[in-house]
């Protein structure tokens, strides 16, 4: 990977394995991510068994990629083993709690990315499934996840058997706001959104899905409302269960 400007996400990979000394050797590397109050609140899980691939599938709506990764990493949050160290040594947690769920969950995070950086740079393709967070109790019933461990993130891990197109991003002025934020109205809205909703593939997207708008794909086909709201119930009836939200 020349830069970061180049990355690509890979759904594709080849049949070649990818070794445990490389595996570890990123991941060991990745640990040098910033972490709060050095903790590390972060655990990954490794699955290349076949059958192990086999039963996350589901969780990630049977996306072929899963199966056909060599490794599939799981990330997560990770309250669980500094707690039970703090009671280890005499010391009391209090980390059962929302906050700490979000302090585990951004390290975690950050950890992933840092991975993902490591990997491209040798050669290797990953894809993020932010399917992850969607049933999650599917996840930790699968991989025995016990109290104040949550699935976050997975990354797709293999070496690439495809070159895909650079997706699109937003300019950089539709992300940034000068000292103070300053609120979108419509002349912005269409200043930042035109190139996108002009690319051939997003106009023809829109077409093939017989709507109006690029917008409508994501509101009506991709991420709707009542999808959001039964994966969100099921998403803090999880935090429940892992002992993060009472």
Known sequence: MESITTRKTIRKYSSREVSNELLNKLLKEAERTPTM???????????RSKEGKEALAPAHFNQPMVKNAAVVLTICADFRRTSIWAENRKAVPGYSNFLSFMNATTDALLYTQTFCNLAEEAGLGTCFLGTTVYMPQLIIDTLKLPKLVFPVATITLGWPDENPTLSDRLPLRAIIHQEQFEDYNADKINDFYEEKENLEENKHFV??????????????????KKDNETMSEGMIKALKNQGFLE
Request: aromatic content about 10%; glycine content about 4%; cysteine-free.
């Open 207 to 224: 077409e093939i899905n017989k709507k109006e708008t690029l917008a409508q794909i994501f509101t009506d086909i991709r991420y709707t």
């Open 37 to 47: 109050g050095n903790l590390q609140l972060y655990s990954v899980v490794i699955t």
